[in-house]
């Protein structure tokens, strides 16, 4: 069946450009996170919906940073007036349940979007 | 969450066991043990998880000491495919579900 894809694949944006990043969870699937990576590190938590409510942004790294998912299906991570530091890979996760139930808690992740500011 | 710590890279010929070790000295009691990896240019991908017994499924065995301590992953016959960075998770049950990645274990297998 299909995973969890995420577009664009690839982005480059100029300093102060904002930017929007998608996300299509697996049909179905309760909870959805963002993930930021820098190159060579591990990926960073950044937010988490149940549905469509946002129960968690503690990782969102500025007030730049803004996530939403109004239908509870589809997520957008959108980024304003983008700064080099932003320069990382977005990645998408999805998991059948709330986070309550832990054995069927896998959590399936996008390809992720790479973006590079300029 | 647990702290973990992970060797940064290690290497396995082709068609041997990969062991990569994991410690995880301040896990608490109702802590999982979660095992990832993460093939250049994809998502993380799931491998296994346990609390206090060993597991073994069509991917992996993991195998977790008696005092939760540390673990080892068992890859039994890697194959060039394998050649990934793995990452060692311990998450607690009812907390956000969020992962916390470390830097993980980078492992070549070689031919």
Same mark, same amino acid.
């Given at each position: 069946?299909?995973?969890?894809?995420?577009?664009?694949?690839?982005?480059?944006?100029?300093?102060?450009?904002?930017?929007?990043?998608?996300?299509?969870?697996?049909?179905?699937?309760?909870?959805?996170?963002?993930?930021?990576?820098?190159?060579?590190?591990?990926?960073?938590?950044?937010?988490?919906?149940?549905?469509?409510?946002?129960?968690?942004?503690?990782?969102?790294?500025?007030?730049?940073?803004?996530?939403?998912?109004?239908?509870?299906?589809?997520?957008?991570?959108?980024?304003?007036?983008?700064?080099?530091?932003?320069?990382?890979?977005?990645?998408?996760?999805?998991?059948?349940?709330?986070?309550?139930?832990?054995?069927?808690?896998?959590?399936?992740?996008?390809?992720?979007?790479?973006?590079?500011?300029? | 969450?647990?702290?973990?710590?992970?060797?940064?890279?290690?290497?396995?010929?082709?068609?041997?066991?990969?062991?990569?070790?994991?410690?995880?000295?301040?896990?608490?009691?109702?802590?999982?043990?979660?095992?990832?990896?993460?093939?250049?240019?994809?998502?993380?991908? /799931?491998? *296994?998880?346990?609390?206090?017994? $060993?597991?073994?499924?069509?991917?992996?065995?993991?195998?977790? %000491?008696?005092?939760? @301590?540390?673990?080892?992953?068992?890859?039994?016959?890697?194959?060039?495919?394998?050649?990934?960075?793995? /990452?060692? *998770?311990?998450?607690?049950?009812? $907390?956000?579900?969020?992962?916390?990645?470390?830097?993980?274990? %980078?492992?070549?297998? @070689?031919?």
């Amino acid at each position: 069946g299909a995973g969890v894809s995420q577009s664009p694949r690839y982005k480059v944006a100029k300093r102060g450009q904002d930017v929007a990043l998608r996300c299509d969870p697996i049909s179905g699937h309760v909870s959805l996170f963002w993930y930021q990576q820098a190159l060579g590190q591990g990926p960073e938590f950044l937010t988490y919906f149940q549905n469509e409510a946002q129960l968690d942004k503690s990782g969102l790294p500025s007030d730049r940073f803004f996530a939403e998912r109004p239908e509870g299906s589809v997520s957008t991570l959108k980024i304003q007036r983008t700064q080099q530091e932003d320069s990382a890979v977005y990645l998408c996760a999805s998991s059948l349940v709330g986070t309550s139930i832990l054995q069927l808690d896998t959590q399936y992740f996008g390809p992720g979007t790479r973006l590079t500011v300029l | 969450d647990a702290k973990t710590t992970q060797p940064t890279s290690m290497d396995c010929a082709e068609g041997r066991a990969a062991n990569l070790p994991c410690n995880h000295s301040t896990i608490s009691g109702n802590e999982y043990v979660y095992w990832y990896r993460q093939i250049h240019s994809q998502g993380p991908q /799931y491998i *296994i998880h346990g609390l206090k017994n $060993n597991e073994t499924n069509e991917m992996a065995s993991l195998i977790i %000491t008696e005092d939760r @301590k540390s673990s080892t992953l068992i890859l039994p016959h890697a194959t060039l495919r394998d050649t990934a960075v793995y /990452y060692c *998770i311990v998450r607690v049950e009812g $907390n956000t579900g969020k992962l916390i990645f470390g830097q993980g274990t %980078t492992l070549q297998v @070689k031919p």
